[in-house]
Nanobody, 127 residues
Framework: EVQLQASGGGLVQAGGSLRLSCVVS????????IAWFRQAPGKEREGVAC????????YYADSVKGRFTISSDNAKNTVYLQMNRLKFEDTAVYYC????????????????????WGGGTQVTVSS
């Protein structure tokens, strides 16, 4: 059974850091593209970061470049999202998701292409 479990969210002050984890079971992360998405109340789901299965290339939304880092640990079958210098506008529910398509470079932010999702983890940044 394919499962993704996101954790690590919490309440943090602006400027602080959090690390989210996405523990995967039922498939190997190196066989898929894994992305983090977020959704704030009243807003559309937004692609935050993605790590490609082919060569580990990473992709980031402009709003988080230089602050967030996506990484993976194949031995633990886990993908991480290190979030630094958090801002109030980063407040959202964060989800991890998997895609098994051939290429993700131009489509990684299209949430509809991701076939497996984990439950969300709430990140709240106080100003």
């Amino acid at each position: 059974e394919v499962q993704l479990q996101a954790s690590g969210g919490g309440l943090v002050q602006a400027g602080g850091s959090l690390r989210l984890s996405c523990v995967v079971s039922g498939f190997f992360i190196e066989d898929s593209h894994i992305a983090w998405f977020r959704q704030a109340p009243g807003k559309e789901r937004e692609g935050v970061a993605c790590i490609s299965r082919s060569d580990g290339t990473t992709y980031y939304a402009d709003s988080v470049k230089g602050r967030f880092t996506i990484s993976s640990d194949n031995a633990k079958n886990t993908v991480y999202l290190q979030m630094n210098r958090l801002k109030f506008e980063d407040t959202a529910v964060y989800y991890c998701a998997a895609n098994w398509g051939p290429d993700i470079a131009t489509t990684w932010q299209w949430w509809s292409l991701f076939g497996a999702w984990g439950g969300g983890t709430q990140v709240t940044v106080s100003s």
